[in-house]
């Protein structure tokens, strides 16, 4: 019954690979982002998406690129691997009217490129 | 553009001492003000929220007042216990439908 999950927890892959982190929500809602956290805990928004369609798309490499076949998942695949690619990644998702203000962010994937 | 600023630390306390940590904002118009805890190992969650001025939020022991002549948010507890260690964000929602966070602010409670 887990509210937004996202998988793998942990990935640790080579430069240059390309990789996919799945994310899932089964709260109905409309709207889910990708974050990223650096080391030091700085917590960026990548994207978001709205219904299937990108509403917020922040200065990211065009190595990331999302994909949301429903609005129930969003999907981040990441190109050409770099070190500083090195991260922890959350998805989260939020409803709408006054619940669109809470975000529920799922437990986050490792990512560590060698 | 719309920006929190917070206390970065790492902060470490003795169990039972006071807690301030503080937020201020800027933005345009009136934003919805938040704090959110990430526990180690887990992502985020709200921990409480403000949506107006003078407004106060308050949850586990955690308030804080939304203050706007001093565009602040500033996060208290009167007594921390070792399971408030955790990295706490303050965030703000203005006219972007974006959430933007500050920093965040590592808190290490010793027994």
């Known amino acids: 019954d887990t509210a937004v999950s996202q998988t793998p927890k942990y990935l640790v892959t080579q430069m240059g690979n390309d990789k996919s982190i799945k994310c899932e929500q089964n709260l109905g809602h409309d709207t889910m982002y990708w974050y990223k956290q650096d080391s030091k805990k700085f917590l960026k928004i990548m994207f978001s998406y709205n219904n299937k369609e990108l509403i917020i798309n922040e200065t990211v490499p065009n190595r990331f690129s999302p994909k949301s076949p429903d609005k129930a998942h969003l999907n981040l695949h990441i190109n050409s691997l770099e070190l500083g690619d090195s991260a922890v990644y959350f998805c989260?998702?939020?409803?709408?009217?006054?619940?669109?203000?809470?975000?529920?962010f799922g437990s986050g994937t490792q990512l560590s490129v060698l | 553009g719309d920006s929190v600023t917070q206390m970065e630390g790492p902060v470490t306390l003795s169990e039972e001492a006071f807690l301030t940590i503080n937020c201020t904002y800027t933005?345009?118009?009136?934003?919805?003000l938040f704090w959110y805890v990430q526990y180690p190992g887990e992502g985020l969650q709200l921990l409480l929220k403000?949506?107006?001025?003078?407004d106060k939020g308050s949850n586990k022991g955690f308030e804080a007042t939304y203050r706007k002549e001093t565009t602040s948010f500033h996060l208290e507890k009167g007594s921390v216990q070792v399971s408030d260690s955790a990295v706490y964000f303050c965030a703000l929602k203005g006219g972007s439908e974006k959430l933007v966070f500050g920093k965040g602010m590592k808190l290490t409670v010793n027994p």
């Open positions: 989260a998702s939020t409803g709408r009217g006054a619940t669109n203000e809470k975000l529920f």
């Open positions: 403000a949506t107006k001025a003078d």
């Open positions: 933005a345009t118009g009136y934003p919805s």
